[in-house]
């Protein structure tokens, strides 16, 4: 397995609750493999640093 730090940051997203904000988070699949980061609430410019633990997969590391 490999430890992988992931920063994701959205920009200009749209308001989807009363408020005129949203709540989003991320949904990352790799390998067969899925993985949610944290809902980062009341945002609209929401920045993930989250460390994930990706499955090892020897071909998709040989397309480096």
Request: proline content about 6%; charged content about 20%.
């Amino acid at each position: 397995a490999h430890t992988r730090n992931v920063s994701v940051t959205g920009k200009e997203l749209a308001a989807k609750d009363w408020a005129g904000t949203s709540d989003p988070y991320v949904q990352l699949a790799y390998s067969g493999a899925s993985f949610r980061t944290r809902t980062i609430y009341n945002s609209l410019r929401p920045v993930w640093g989250e460390t994930f633990v990706f499955p090892e997969n020897p071909s998709l590391l040989a397309r480096r």
